[in-house]
């Protein structure tokens, strides 16, 4: 997934792009560039790596000119190189394009042009775009524009500048993200609200087909026949501030020190506990649609899948609906058995997974209601499915997902506290428990949040582990595989997650002295089933870190690594048991020197298949 920005105005375009760009480099950072329009022609600076190498050539070549295109990306057609960085001109010189998606006929279409006598220097679908624009061009360029998306497959959020038509900035999306911010005589486009943010707060989403002419006065929104489509202005609530760092080293560690905020933030004004009620009208559903409900699929990716297996216990345990967990990847290709009976739940932080996208159109091309849990705010799956429910965890810049998760997770309870009382199985006295328990959270969460001190000194213990293994049982099991990917994913560290009661069956092969074994025991139906894995690994002289409960003395007996958090009631537990996990991860990614917010390899949001 790459960042786009672009700027028409009075000022300098360069300035405003390359603030935007920094703000966007959390969406892919292998390559960028910048092109104005100045002095007639179209100038164009771009750098291999990250935005400080396209900082270096500007300062040695400022870039003029009040209106312009800039582009970071993450490499999906061409390797990362200064020839493939966007952004991409066509023959003539006359046309610049940033383009952000896959262009999948992009092969045909270049053969196409190629044909007609048209010259590529990239290997990059995006400068096919480039010359399709060029192709089309007869002497109105929004037209070319539209056009060329026409004969276009595949996802595209694209920005075009051209000295055709100098005083315009055109934009177009499909699948990809792409927002429009309207300025005092300056006008924005870009990829995320971040980018744009300290400049205005008033917003316009595109949807997909639908492009945008810029001018220095204002936007107009047209569909690909041309039609002028009415929009609605947004006004964006976040504060630039919230954007930032907040004094924090790492926005994942601002972010991570934020949950206690996010969970008072997601649960909102949905709970009254002395009525026992949960309040989701967002979602769309009656009490009748969910004494009905048969089967409930939960399909999402990575992080969010995780969350939606910890909902999958939580939704069966409390409302007694049979819950499928599913990948999107898996779930849109495998012929689900799928139909108006099922309630389908996407989960999705930034609305903009393509997997997750694509699911959720499967689902509701079998007729499914689906019901969106997202924290992007006018995102494509909030968009588009049926009923949304916001998490209200704010932006979340870190690629490692940690507040969105535990928002997720928030989500998750309500919904079956709710599904419980709606179906008659979760009466007032549990209601009430369960709501006051989620009110005491945030405060949980802050002690846990205290115990980074020793969460450090275990860091400093393992953090040259080759391979760690994660153990969880129960509802803590889900809780293990998203600990596992917290650290693989920041510190390049393998690591994988097992039901503990399986260790038996084939893992326990895998330890000894140089495996850490992370190990959920905190209080629990099954304690003394994870105290028995405990001594299992022990015995093979594997190196046991311990999760458990404030007070427990007994996993003393069996080592000193030992992380203790408050008590909460079961079914809660992963909201406080994830906590010290991420700051684990977090402190040995850093002991590693990796790159915490910007992971090798990883983007924020993979808005391609
Ligand atoms: C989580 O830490 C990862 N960055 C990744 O697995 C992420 O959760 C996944 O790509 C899904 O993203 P989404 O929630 O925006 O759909």
């Given at each position: 997934m790459c960042g786009i920005v672009g700027y028409i105005g009075s000022g300098e375009a360069t300035e405003y792009i390359f603030d935007g760009l920094k703000r966007l480099e959390y969406r892919g950072y292998d390559s960028a560039g910048i092109a104005t329009i100045t002095n007639g022609g179209i100038d164009r600076r771009r750098g291999e790596g990250k935005l400080v190498n396209l900082e270096k050539k500007l300062r040695e070549q400022p870039l003029a000119g009040s209106v312009g295109i800039g582009h970071t990306r993450w490499a999906t057609h061409g390797r990362p190189t200064e020839f493939n960085a966007h952004p991409h001109t066509d023959g003539s010189g006359k046309i610049s394009v940033v383009h952000n998606g896959i262009i999948e006929n992009y092969m045909p279409l270049k053969e196409e042009l190629i044909e007609k006598g048209h010259r590529f220097v990239s290997q990059t679908d995006t400068e096919v775009l480039a010359h399709l624009i060029e192709d089309e061009f007869k002497d109105d360029l929004e037209a070319a524009v539209r056009a060329a998306l026409k004969r276009v497959e595949g996802a595209y959020a694209i920005g075009v500048i051209s000295t055709h038509d100098p005083d315009t900035l055109i934009a177009g999306r499909k699948s990809s993200p792409l927002i429009l911010g309207l300025g005092d005589n300056e006008n924005f486009i870009a990829?995320?609200?971040?980018?744009?943010l300290p400049h205005t707060r008033k917003i316009i989403y595109l949807d997909d087909e639908e492009i945008a002419v810029l001018t220095r006065s204002g936007a107009t929104v047209k569909d690909l026949g041309g039609n002028t489509v009415d929009k609605k202005v947004e006004t964006i609530e976040w504060n630039p501030v919230l954007a930032e760092k907040g004094g924090y080293d790492h926005f994942m560690l601002k972010e991570i020190f934020e949950q206690p905020q996010v969970i008072r933030n997601t649960i909102g004004g949905r709970t009254d506990e002395e009525h026992a009620k949960i309040y989701l009208e967002e979602m769309g559903l009656s009490v009748e649609d969910v004494k009905k409900l048969k089967h409930i699929y939960i399909v999402a990716c990575g992080t969010a899948y995780y969350s939606g297996c910890v909902g999958k216990y939580m939704i069966e345990q409390l409302a007694r609906v049979q819950v499928e967990v599913d990948f999107a990847s898996e779930f849109r290709y495998?012929?689900?058995?799928?139909?108006?009976?099922t309630l389908v739940i996407v989960i999705s932080q930034s609305g903009e997974t393509a997997d997750t996208l694509a699911a959720l159109r499967e689902a509701k091309k079998r007729g499914a209601r689906v019901i969106g849990i997202v924290n992007v705010k006018g995102s494509s799956i909030a968009r588009e499915v049926d009923g949304v429910l916001y998490i209200h965890a704010g932006p979340e810049i870190g690629v490692a997902s940690t507040k969105a998760y535990m928002a997720m997770l928030i989500a998750l309870i309500l919904i079956a506290i709710q599904f419980g009382r709606m179906r008659e199985l979760v009466d007032v006295p549990e209601a009430r428990r369960l709501i006051r328990e989620l009110k005491r959270l945030p405060r949980l969460i802050e002690r846990t949040l205290a115990d980074v001190g020793n969460i450090q000194e275990i860091a400093e213990t393992f953090f040259e582990a080759r391979d760690f293994l994660y153990l969880g049982r129960g509802v803590n099991f889900p809780t293990a595989m998203e600990g596992a990917l917290k650290l693989k994913e920041i510190s390049y560290i393998h690591a994988e997650a097992y039901a503990a009661g399986e260790m038996k069956h084939g893992p326990i092969a895998l330890i000894d002295r140089n495996m850490p074994v992370l190990c959920i025991a905190t209080k629990s139906a099954t304690y003394d089933k994870v105290l028995s894995n405990i001594q299992e690994v022990k015995a093979r002289e594997g190196n046991v870190i311990a999760l458990v409960t404030d007070g427990d003395e007994e996993i003393l007996k069996f080592t000193r690594d030992v992380i203790s958090v408050p008590e909460t009631e079961e079914i809660l537990s992963p909201i406080v048991n994830v906590v010290p996990m991420q700051l684990l991860a977090y402190y040995i990614a850093l002991r590693r020197g990796s790159d915490v917010d910007q992971p090798r390899n990883l983007a924020k949001s993979v808005t391609v298949e």
């Amino acid at each position: 997934m790459c960042g786009i920005v672009g700027y028409i105005g009075s000022g300098e375009a360069t300035e405003y792009i390359f603030d935007g760009l920094k703000r966007l480099e959390y969406r892919g950072y292998d390559s960028a560039g910048i092109a104005t329009i100045t002095n007639g022609g179209i100038d164009r600076r771009r750098g291999e790596g990250k935005l400080v190498n396209l900082e270096k050539k500007l300062r040695e070549q400022p870039l003029a000119g009040s209106v312009g295109i800039g582009h970071t990306r993450w490499a999906t057609h061409g390797r990362p190189t200064e020839f493939n960085a966007h952004p991409h001109t066509d023959g003539s010189g006359k046309i610049s394009v940033v383009h952000n998606g896959i262009i999948e006929n992009y092969m045909p279409l270049k053969e196409e042009l190629i044909e007609k006598g048209h010259r590529f220097v990239s290997q990059t679908d995006t400068e096919v775009l480039a010359h399709l624009i060029e192709d089309e061009f007869k002497d109105d360029l929004e037209a070319a524009v539209r056009a060329a998306l026409k004969r276009v497959e595949g996802a595209y959020a694209i920005g075009v500048i051209s000295t055709h038509d100098p005083d315009t900035l055109i934009a177009g999306r499909k699948s990809s993200p792409l927002i429009l911010g309207l300025g005092d005589n300056e006008n924005f486009i870009a990829s995320d609200v971040p980018a744009i943010l300290p400049h205005t707060r008033k917003i316009i989403y595109l949807d997909d087909e639908e492009i945008a002419v810029l001018t220095r006065s204002g936007a107009t929104v047209k569909d690909l026949g041309g039609n002028t489509v009415d929009k609605k202005v947004e006004t964006i609530e976040w504060n630039p501030v919230l954007a930032e760092k907040g004094g924090y080293d790492h926005f994942m560690l601002k972010e991570i020190f934020e949950q206690p905020q996010v969970i008072r933030n997601t649960i909102g004004g949905r709970t009254d506990e002395e009525h026992a009620k949960i309040y989701l009208e967002e979602m769309g559903l009656s009490v009748e649609d969910v004494k009905k409900l048969k089967h409930i699929y939960i399909v999402a990716c990575g992080t969010a899948y995780y969350s939606g297996c910890v909902g999958k216990y939580m939704i069966e345990q409390l409302a007694r609906v049979q819950v499928e967990v599913d990948f999107a990847s898996e779930f849109r290709y495998r012929n689900p058995i799928v139909d108006e009976s099922t309630l389908v739940i996407v989960i999705s932080q930034s609305g903009e997974t393509a997997d997750t996208l694509a699911a959720l159109r499967e689902a509701k091309k079998r007729g499914a209601r689906v019901i969106g849990i997202v924290n992007v705010k006018g995102s494509s799956i909030a968009r588009e499915v049926d009923g949304v429910l916001y998490i209200h965890a704010g932006p979340e810049i870190g690629v490692a997902s940690t507040k969105a998760y535990m928002a997720m997770l928030i989500a998750l309870i309500l919904i079956a506290i709710q599904f419980g009382r709606m179906r008659e199985l979760v009466d007032v006295p549990e209601a009430r428990r369960l709501i006051r328990e989620l009110k005491r959270l945030p405060r949980l969460i802050e002690r846990t949040l205290a115990d980074v001190g020793n969460i450090q000194e275990i860091a400093e213990t393992f953090f040259e582990a080759r391979d760690f293994l994660y153990l969880g049982r129960g509802v803590n099991f889900p809780t293990a595989m998203e600990g596992a990917l917290k650290l693989k994913e920041i510190s390049y560290i393998h690591a994988e997650a097992y039901a503990a009661g399986e260790m038996k069956h084939g893992p326990i092969a895998l330890i000894d002295r140089n495996m850490p074994v992370l190990c959920i025991a905190t209080k629990s139906a099954t304690y003394d089933k994870v105290l028995s894995n405990i001594q299992e690994v022990k015995a093979r002289e594997g190196n046991v870190i311990a999760l458990v409960t404030d007070g427990d003395e007994e996993i003393l007996k069996f080592t000193r690594d030992v992380i203790s958090v408050p008590e909460t009631e079961e079914i809660l537990s992963p909201i406080v048991n994830v906590v010290p996990m991420q700051l684990l991860a977090y402190y040995i990614a850093l002991r590693r020197g990796s790159d915490v917010d910007q992971p090798r390899n990883l983007a924020k949001s993979v808005t391609v298949e």
